[in-house]
């Protein structure tokens, strides 16, 4: 008998990799943070001893969701300014509150918050896009959950830096303090085409090469940036990045709403990660991304839930559903962004985005044990044809019972495992008062 | 003192009508099955003294919530084919698996699993429309939930009836066995203006004019819909439908993702509704109902979850977020279908479309007691800066706690007062077995 540290025995297991399918009866064996087996239970029982065991007789195990577009401070401004166009709602609501707000400790309130839900919610895994990276990275590590922290770039001063040269050397120090941290990694954070100078796009290009770091950039958002973008540049705003050498399979392009074939095209040749943030393009009226065309052109498509204040939620279940919705509308085509290829976009293709493929995001021995366990026995998911189906079309995200990073349980039976609610309720309930100026 | 049945008092109550407002610390006193009250809570407790009284001090309390279209004997079908076109959905999975399932058993099965589901999600009333309307009726008395029943009505026999003079017999039978029922009421349901003649409609006119009874029907749900009418009729089938005398106050038109402006307007000055099925529409790719578009012409604008079999869920707080969410992307305007806007749709409107505006769909003095109070301190839905986009934006229906339909606890604290959902489980996974041939 080998010993591992952890058994689990879920009714259903669907591990992503390989595409679409449902194992029934299996079990897998972690030992550390990794796993290393996968086989039926029967099996598992009579091979391996293990320290803890855990049998899941009415779930699905799933790997843990990866949110591939988020800004999580901003949690603590949910529903703060809606049903409002960008810029009133950007420029009368969301700065002046985050010029309240804004610092080290609105960073990590907001990410404990935010933290919070993602666990409850069955996402292991995020790629943040915020300032104050340090505080971040730092928050992350003591939590115990794994992010790609995105370090900040824009042409206009901050809390965070004073210029182009602080945001660069700032970030590069972030990058070096946290470079060892097993759960945590570093990209670039170029804010947008229209709020980033080409110099400092040709240093991101030039650093990113050198240090092998993923470029995460909102991308194409709207009609209005590209058409501003011709009367500024002359130029759309991919042509521009392809011009300074933004666009190869570092890039991880945010929101991607206003795509030729051509650029579509361009996107696969170079390996270009698009993370498809439905409901924030929606719910800013920003357009509809063509998910099923850049899925069918071989595009790495990932699913994000972008911030807070404009979705409002972190529901990867919620997004991952409304993904595989709207792309049948857009593609006029009921086949398109069928329910594996939805759950593959919000696992799979988060990890192959971010360049953490060969780590995270499907359940495949070797790869680390962020594994989320969902209830399906709750009458909403009654009665089970297809378990895939269920987990995109009907399950709510308060149906995840537990959940793992790398090994460690971090959510157990809905009951988080180092978290205090209260705590963090209270906290949010500080800030609102602090941002809107009353209690 | 006054002595009444039940006070209770929400920390917010959202009655919808006046549209848009949030009264903090107010009590609604409850007599019988009705509203008699709504005021402070200091003064409610000076004035009553209810036989119950229930204290909700994190909670928003909202009028029931309205499924304008359903079929909710097919939720025992949920997620048995997805992910296909309409017509090989509809002919290689979903009739075949009718054929081999309906009955009253099936009818009253799904209802069973449907009221469960629609209770545990804050709807109190539904539209529904599927074969033995009398199964229905009498299972929806049974249960004490609020439904508005169709009278099928197709050119084509089932096992319900066998040609066009039993749908209308055995129809109006029902409406007269049902007519006196509290919570219940009858329309007309003719299936669609490609299934139904000109001669049943013609009849269908006539006796929704003398017995003073909706219509409810699917109407433009698709492009191919109206292509092909136009060559059938030579006419789109709204425009054969006013021929018919159709489009009047009694309709209550399903889907409508194809409309001109004319036809809008036309919507409008007749005084018909529209029910918006958002994520049924994208599911099939069927298209984009113009919903703000039809809010600012005028016309009374609904929500309905329409079948699991094309969901799939019945959740509607999901479809009046993804209703609000789409509605700005489609009208390009982030104003679009604001939140308070898409609450009243799910609740008022939907009341409206029914003729029971009278009634039910809003929290006022006379209405029928149909509440539901939804927990807002999960962190989840904190900090809250605005009630009505938190309900719109960020709750998941698994935060409704309580829900009464007209003033009887149907779920108290999350547990269904008359319902014992382990053997609704059962029920549900037999009907698996019998369907799909397998265990």
Redesign the interface.
């Known amino acids: 008998m080998q010993s591992i540290d952890l058994l689990i025995e879920p009714r259903w297991l669907v591990p992503v990799q390989p595409h679409g399918v449902v194992l029934e009866h299996h079990a897998i064996a972690i030992d550390a943070d990794r796993i290393v087996d996968i086989l039926p239970a029967a099996d598992a029982r009579a091979r391996f001893a293990p320290r803890d065991h855990v049998v899941l007789s009415e779930h699905a195990l799933i790997p843990g969701l990866v949110n591939a577009h988020t800004h999580n401070p901003m949690t603590?401004?949910?529903?703060?300014?809606?049903?409002?166009?960008?810029m009133s709602?950007l420029k009368e609501h969301i700065w002046p509150a985050e010029a309240k707000a804004i610092g080290p400790e609105f960073v990590r309130d907001g990410i404990e918050?935010a933290v919070?839900?993602m666990l409850?919610?069955g996402t292991t895994c995020c790629n943040e896009n915020y300032f104050f990276p340090d505080v971040q990275a730092a928050t992350y590590r003591r939590l115990g959950f794994r992010a790609m922290i995105g370090l900040p770039v824009i042409e206009f001063p901050s809390a965070w830096a004073s210029g182009r040269d602080e945001y660069f050397d700032k970030g590069l120090a972030v990058h070096d303090e946290f470079r060892d941290e097993p759960l945590l990694g570093t990209s670039f954070a170029p804010h947008a085409p229209y709020t980033v100078s080409d110099e400092s796009f040709e240093r991101i290009r030039m650093l990113s090469d050198q240090l092998d770091l993923p470029v995460h950039l909102h991308l194409h958002e709207t009609a209005h940036e590209i058409e501003e973008a011709r009367g500024t540049y002359g130029a759309r705003p991919f042509a521009r990045m392809q011009a300074l050498g933004i666009v190869n399979d570092h890039l991880i392009a945010i929101h991607m709403t206003q795509l030729t074939d051509a650029e579509i095209a361009a996107c696969a040749e170079a390996g270009v990660a698009v993370v498809h943030c439905p409901?924030s393009?929606?719910?800013?009226?920003?357009?509809?991304c063509p998910a099923e065309k850049l899925r069918r052109a071989g595009v790495t498509l990932a699913i994000g839930t972008d911030g807070c204040a404009s979705?409002?939620?972190l529901?990867m279940f919620?997004e991952m559903r409304?993904a595989a919705?709207?792309a049948?509308?857009v593609?006029?085509?009921?086949?398109?962004l069928?329910?594996a290829s939805a759950l593959d976009a919000a696992t799979l293709g988060g990890a192959r985005a971010m360049g953490w493929s060969e780590r995270i995001g499907s359940i495949e021995v070797g790869k680390q044990a962020d594994v989320v366990a969902v209830r399906l026995?709750d009458?909403?998911?009654?009665?089970?044809?297809?378990v895939i189906?269920?987990l995109v079309?009907?399950v709510?995200?308060?149906q995840v019972s537990d959940v793992w990073i790398a090994g460690q349980r971090k959510l157990r039976e809905r009951v988080l495992v180092d978290l205090d609610?209260s705590e963090?309720?209270a906290k949010?309930?500080r800030?609102?008062e602090r941002?809107?100026g009353s209690a």
């Open positions: 603590l401004m949910r529903g703060l300014a809606d049903d409002l166009p960008l709602w918050l919070a839900e409850r919610g409901e393009n929606l719910k800013l009226a920003s357009g509809f979705n409002n939620d529901d919620g409304t919705l709207l049948k509308a593609a006029e085509d009921a086949r398109a069928d329910a026995d009458i909403e998911t009654q009665p089970i044809y297809n189906s269920q079309y009907a709510g995200r308060h609610i963090i309720r949010a309930r800030w609102r941002i809107s």
